[in-house]
């Protein structure tokens, strides 16, 4: 979501501020702004659209001062343009918001009682309102701050910037993540690390409710109750948080060439010989009855594959819920199931909340993360990282195969714990999974291949996919991948249940595509795919060479993977899935890194 940077620094901040905002793009944004104070003086510049026009104002406008705030923004309350954008200001307090403000209208009254009207759509310019008029009741700017946080009801992540103060920037959060950057005479606030990392290496994670009054010299953080505190500071390995394309068109693209090497180095931290080595706290899996595994988009797919790996590996029974749907129809979480929580950013508001309904209910609270010192690792028992590396495309590729590899491993754990697969079994299958890495290489090979199919996916209006078993999740992410990306509407569909309505939907110009390696299931699929095919639909068989060889040349397109152990097929074929919806969405000239309406980290329900 909203990215937010702030800087009390040496140098003039805005270049400063929009090169931290160029970090932030992969968040999803649009409008951007910024505001500095220079000689006492606060001002801001915004924009809509792209930071290159915000870059734009500023070469002819400039904004000068050597303390600053930006915002990248993502609209919640109010269209996207120039006066709902970001920073807010009232008189001397301008604001930055990533969140929402859910007593916004009851605020906007109790002011309208003062002869106080706001300007734009937006809950944020309340904060502003608001902390304006408690310092014209003679409040000071750092408790004007603080007493306005106390009145806000919601998600946040704010900063603070005020007129005459060139040393001084008040930040807060409240369900959304922000850091403080820690320079030689200089101070930062960020969104995350990624923001920070050209600045400092040194940073502090603000906790849940704490408030920090920041100078260049000096940081002094308030928790939730008010009373003061001390926060660790943490250094980053900056390189780590390095944001380029590596010489690739796109993120997205980039992302999916590594997928071999963080699959390799995934496995080395979780491999050693013929073991398995998870963190020790782990739960005892022999004495679980049930796993309740919980996410959001991407994520609950890769929940709904592992949960055919927990139930047929591990023979352990599991649930799998939308995380925007599971605290509210509050389901009953006894003290022998173990929750487990998926979320890329480790940040995903709905994730987070439902792991705060089962904090103190269920055994054990387990993450899969890709950010370690996030709100969720935090708040979780056990925190089990991805190792995928920065993310920075919108449509999540790496990120998913590391979470389907650290949740595979995490089932074989416990098939093993409960007495489920032998020793050689497991040492076999783990030879198979280290070798993944090379199968991948050698699916990459055939791009071109998947290209040219996916241009002439492109120019369909209505894509359907279908699979069985381990495939139907990964139909429904293809799916989702297409359409995200490319605009092209697309669903999937378990296979079996084709003949319950959605074969109506079959027509010429409906391209159908199909995953079907050639396992257990191999033949109903095929039966499946006939089916649809007798209907005039066109085809797109993605499959291995056994399962091409039997299915037979009829489909319209068959494309073909490297043959691999049922078990491990879902994270090879992820693979199509991604590189279908990233052709279809180059031949149809979309934002492939950026697609419209959306964001990378979604931190508001």
Request: with cysteine; proline share 5%; charged share 20%.
């Amino acid at each position: 979501m909203c990215g937010i940077v702030g800087v009390l620094g040496k140098h003039e901040a805005a270049p400063l501020l929009v090169e931290a905002l160029k970090r932030l793009e992969y968040r999803g944004y649009d409008s951007a702004g910024i505001a500095t104070v220079n000689d006492g003086h606060l001002d801001r510049r915004r924009a809509v659209g792209k930071l290159v026009n915000l870059s734009d104002l500023l070469v002819h406008d400039p904004l000068p001062g050597k303390a600053g705030i930006g915002h990248t923004r993502w609209a919640t309350h109010g269209a996207p343009n120039t006066e709902n954008a970001h920073p807010h200001r009232s008189g001397p307090v301008a604001v930055v918001h990533n969140g929402i403000i859910e007593n916004f209208k009851e605020l906007r009254s109790e002011l309208a009682a003062h002869g106080i009207a706001p300007q734009t759509d937006t809950d944020t310019e309340t904060i502003a309102l608001l902390t304006h008029h408690l310092i014209a009741q003679g409040m000071s700017h750092v408790d004007a701050a603080r007493a306005c946080l106390a009145r806000l009801e919601g998600a946040f992540a704010l900063a603070f910037l005020f007129d005459g103060q060139d040393d001084l920037i008040v930040a807060a959060r409240r369900g959304s993540p922000l850091a403080i950057g820690h320079g030689d005479g200089e101070m930062f606030v960020g969104s995350d690390a990624i923001a920070l990392a050209p600045l400092t290496d040194t940073i502090t994670y603000l906790e849940e409710g704490d408030c920090a009054v920041v100078t260049r010299a000096t940081l002094d953080i308030f928790d939730a109750s008010g009373a003061p505190v001390s926060r660790s500071k943490t250094r980053i390995d900056t390189t780590a948080a390095r944001v380029d394309k590596a010489g690739h068109k796109h993120f997205m693209a980039k992302e999916i060439a590594e997928q071999p090497t963080v699959l390799a180095d995934a496995l080395r931290a979780y491999l050693n010989g013929d073991r398995i080595v998870m963190p020790d706290a782990l739960p005892d899996f022999g004495k679980i009855d049930r796993l309740v595994m919980v996410a959001c988009g991407t994520a609950y797919y890769a929940c709904l594959t592992a949960k055919y790996w927990f139930e047929q590996i591990a023979r352990l029974p599991v649930e799998v819920d939308i995380a925007s749907e599971f605290r509210y129809r509050e389901p009953p979480v006894t003290g022998g199931t173990v929750a487990i929580f998926v979320s890329q950013s480790g940040e995903t508001a709905d994730t987070l909340a439902a792991l705060r309904y089962c904090t103190g209910k269920a055994r054990s609270i387990l993450s899969v993360v890709n950010v370690a010192e996030s709100s969720i690792a935090r708040e979780s028992d056990v925190a089990l990282p991805i190792h995928a590396g920065v993310e920075v495309g919108v449509a999540s590729t790496k990120a998913f195969t590391c979470q389907l590899n650290t949740l595979f491993l995490l089932a074989m754990h416990a098939a093993e714990a409960r007495g489920c697969i032998t020793g050689a079994d497991r040492g076999a299958t783990l030879d198979l999974l280290r070798a993944l890495p090379g199968v991948f290489n050698a699916a990459l090979d055939r791009e071109p291949i998947f290209a040219e199919a996916a241009r002439q996916i492109a120019e369909a209006r209505d894509v359907l996919f279908l699979g069985r078993g381990l495939m139907y999740p990964l139909a429904l992410e293809g799916a989702l991948k297409l359409k995200e990306i490319s605009y092209i509407h697309a669903e999937a569909y378990a296979a079996g249940e084709l003949k319950h309505g959605p074969i109506a939907l079959i027509d010429k110009s409906v391209p159908v595509v199909v995953m079907a390696p050639h396992d257990a299931l191999f033949d109903k699929t095929v039966s499946n795919m006939h089916e649809v095919m007798a209907r005039g639909g066109r085809v797109c068989l993605i499959t291995d060479a056994a399962g091409a060889a039997e299915a037979g040349a009829d489909a319209w397109q068959t494309l073909v993977l490297p043959e691999l152990h049922p078990w491990l097929t879902p994270l090879l074929y992820a693979l199509p899935a991604q590189l279908l919806a990233y052709h279809a969405a180059i031949a149809k000239g979309t934002d492939v890194d950026q697609p419209r309406n959306l964001a990378k980290s979604v931190t508001v329900e």
